[in-house]
């Protein structure tokens, strides 16, 4: 369960600032005095590994992991989770690359970084990053056309900036912001700095444009700002140049079969012994089909895997343990269901697009389906049928959120289907839409998951007993998300929920249009994080009401405020069905190498708020060549 980290923080350890009088931001793992360690900042973050119940490793080895194709390089640095605020184990939130945090009524926060921390080039990282970042790049309209990220607004008020010294900066809020600080947390963070003393080389306020010239030919783009946004991309490491502040370091440039990342030597944490983590010097993503995957891990060709692979593989893994020296651990899944359908309300089909801001639709398809089949067949019986909603784990969890209309009652579904003039009936005996075509739902995959495509294949049938045909259409990622946004897409297929077990303090954007990849509404999910600069704005009641409920939720002070704004937008969500769950608290295979050490057998799962790996702490593991 995520605990409330109420009274938040100042200075930890042994770093000497001016006392300023407000909240401070307790830690779990203490900042040492680093005793001149190269490469290490003055005042390390610590790690007691045997008060974590986990065993002192040492340094060394290479780590095997596949990926499915080039873009997967990305995990790595949300496996690694290197953030200014982070999530821990217990899931608690405190400080990481941070010293420490003071925060005044969540409006004002200042931040104060570790004297001696350097980038993995060796250049200092200081203050001058943020202003960088903040003056030079989001607050240029030639970088951001949409101005400012909405994580740096109150309201229509932009944040005030301050460097305060070397080591201090501060943001203050025209109203309080409660999800700032659990916002740095996340595994896409709220971009707050980047790496200045490299990146001037690319921005036109430091170099001359002739240079920025020749440049931007080197890397075969357009002009100046192209340049900078290529050369800058740390979400997809693909710049082995680009200084980062992560526990590996990017060595490959794209386009490659294997991508090498290498420990950095300035990384900031250590180990109760003081020896610098991380303990494993080198990871090597091998890209390989989706397809094989399942059997390379089977046959040991990879120390540490979760990618690729889904409960139904269970069995070949157990299979295969003492034969390839593997252990294979079930994680739960942290996710609102495993697989959930997403009818899109911006679908550019009129007569689609009608059908699915129809509330009764949405609630026939979710109504229609066998959750207990699918449960059964796909999952052994050992999920949970449930709406997309938050878990058992999740201190907002109530059972009427789960049961929503996630019963199988095809008597519903017909009338329902009915009521919506669906009465007409084609070959097979399909229904027929308005316009004399056949009532047949295009559900598109990213073309990742072969538990997506067996849940669809049951799905067609549950379908069709209701008078409705489904076709399954598998694309890539890039091309799935891109249909998405342009509406050409009537139905997806992705996880629900990310992050399953919020408190009342995260964040609810998940559960309003916030953003463009939220597949139910990609449009008005882009208008908001544009700022109106793209996308559309909201023009159905329900979805303008839960942008309505996120304003309250950001203006409460008191946490019970809070917790009832979860709760209205919780209901809200689950009487509209915007997203169709069908089983949540799934087990999700992670299968290691038996010699790697520190890997938790028992564990959530899930994008947020664990970074997959990330709040498990992977530079903690290592490769007991003993064992």
Not at 471 to 488: E, H, K, N, P, W
Not at 551 to 578: G, I, Y
Request: proline share 7%; net charge negative.
């Amino acid at each position: 369960m995520i605990t409330r980290r109420d009274t938040l923080a100042g200075l930890l350890g042994a770093v000497a600032v001016p006392h300023i009088g407000r909240a401070e931001i307790p830690s779990s793992v203490s900042n040492v005095a680093s005793a001149a360690v190269p490469g290490l900042p003055d005042v390390p973050r610590m790690l007691d590994l045997p008060a974590m119940g986990r065993r002192t490793g040492r340094r060394g080895g290479t780590l095997r992991m596949l990926i499915s194709g080039q873009r997967d390089v990305r995990l790595i640095p949300i496996y690694s989770y290197a953030r200014l605020m982070a999530y821990g184990p217990e899931l608690k939130l405190e400080p990481d690359i941070l010293a420490g945090v003071e925060q005044e009524g969540e409006r004002q926060f200042t931040l104060h970084l570790r004297p001696g921390h350097r980038w993995s080039d060796g250049s200092p990282f200081t203050a001058e990053d943020f202003r960088y970042t903040f003056e030079d790049v989001i607050s240029n309209t030639d970088l951001y056309k949409s101005g400012l990220p909405p994580e740096l607004m109150a309201g229509d008020t932009p944040v005030d900036f301050a460097v305060i010294d070397d080591l201090t900066v501060r943001y203050t809020f025209a109203s309080p912001v409660p999800a700032f600080l659990s916002k740095l947390a996340a595994p896409l963070p709220t971009v707050l700095f980047m790496p200045s003393a490299y990146l001037k080389q690319f921005h036109t306020s430091y170099t001359d444009g002739a240079a920025l010239t020749r440049l931007a030919e080197e890397q075969k783009v357009d002009d100046w700002k192209r340049l900078h946004m290529k050369m800058s991309r740390s979400i997809r490491p693909e710049n082995p140049d680009l200084p980062t502040l992560e526990a590996w370091m990017p060595r490959t440039a794209p386009p490659a079969e294997q991508f090498v990342f290498d420990r950095n030597p300035y990384f900031h944490r250590v180990d109760q012994a003081g020896t610098q983590l991380p303990y494993v010097d080198r990871i090597t993503l091998n890209v390989a089909s989706s397809e094989i995957i399942l059997a390379k891990t089977a046959t040991g060709e990879s120390d540490l895997q979760m990618a690729g692979l889904d409960f139904i593989d269970y069995t070949l893994l157990r299979r295969a343990e003492k034969a390839h020296d593997l252990n294979v651990a079930l994680w739960r899944k942290s996710q609102g269901s495993a697989v959930a359908l997403y009818p899109n309300l911006n679908c550019a089909d009129t007569v689609w697009r009608n059908l699915f801001r129809d509330v009764r639709m949405r609630r026939a398809l979710s109504v229609a389906i066998d959750r207990e089949e699918i449960n059964k067949a796909l999952f052994f019986g050992l999920g949970t049928e449930s709406a997309d909603t938050v878990i058992p784990e999740s201190p907002l969890f109530r059972p009427e959120y789960a049961t929503a209309w996630a019963q199988h009652d095809p008597d519903l579904a017909n009338t329902l289907l009915d009521e919506l003039g669906l009465t007409d009936r084609g070959g097979g005996n399909i229904r027929l839409l308005p316009d004399g075509r056949q009532a047949g739902i295009v559900v598109e995959t990213a073309g990742e998951s072969t538990l997506e495509t067996d849940v669809l294949a049951l799905v067609r049938d549950h379908f069709r007993a209701v008078g409705l045909a489904l076709y399954i259409r598998s694309s890539q990622r890039d091309v799935f998300r891109s249909r998405a946004l342009a509406g050409l897409v009537q139905v997806s297929v992705w996880a629900g929920l990310d992050n399953g077990v919020p408190d009342a303090d995260t964040f609810p954007g998940e559960l309003a249009p916030t953003t463009g990849d939220q597949l139910q509404w990609p449009l008005w999910g882009s208008w908001y994080a544009a700022g109106g600069a793209a996308g559309e704005a909201p023009d159905l009641p329900v979805a303008q009401q839960m942008l309505d409920l996120l304003v309250k939720w950001q203006n409460s002070v008191d946490p019970e405020d809070r917790t009832t704004v979860w709760h209205e937008m919780l209901a809200l969500k689950a009487d509209q069905v915007f997203s169709i769950g069908t089983v949540n608290g799934a087990l999700q295979p992670v299968v290691r190498n038996a010699r790697l050490v520190n890997v938790p057998d028992k564990a959530l799962y899930g994008f947020e708020p664990t970074s997959f790996l990330g709040a498990y702490l992977p530079d903690t593991f290592f490769l007991d060549e003993g064992a």
